[in-house]
């Protein structure tokens, strides 16, 4: 059975940082682009960050670019989001998903065929 498993949430006051991390029981890991996505209340699901197969690409949300980076580590079945200078409009609940398309880099949350259960994510004034 196939899971994917977000931590690193929590609160931060504006312009803290904080670390998501995603650990993925997929035997195939490294055959998978991984994304990132987040939902705020009442707002549907958004795309933050997709990262390639290798790591070797990576493509940002306009409202991310520049403060947020995506990594992986196929070793460990892991992919990271490091989230600096933190908006309250980053608030949500932040997911990672896997698209067997390796090489697709999308942005459409309907491309992905596994999803992890989310970690909150919390920015105070």
């Known amino acids: 059975q196939v899971q994917l498993v977000e931590s690193g949430g929590g609160l931060v006051q504006a312009g803290g940082s904080l670390r998501l991390s995603c650990a993925a029981s997929?035997?195939?890991?490294?055959?998978?682009?991984m994304g990132w996505f987040r939902q705020a209340p009442g707002k549907e699901r958004e795309f933050v960050a997709v990262?390639?197969?290798?790591?070797?690409?990576?493509t940002y949300a306009d409202s991310v670019k520049g403060r947020f980076t995506a990594s992986r580590d196929n070793a460990k079945n892991t992919v990271s989001l490091e989230m600096s200078s933190l908006k309250p409009e980053d608030t949500a609940v932040y997911y990672c998903?896997?698209?067997?398309?390796?090489?697709?880099?999308?942005?459409?949350?309907?491309?992905?065929?596994?999803w992890g259960q989310g970690t909150q994510v919390t920015v105070a004034s």
């Open positions: 997929l035997r195939t890991f490294s055959r998978y682009g």
């Open positions: 998903a896997a698209d067997s398309g390796a090489y697709r880099r999308s942005s459409d949350p309907s491309d992905y065929n596994y």
């Open positions: 990262i390639s197969w290798n790591g070797g690409s990576v």
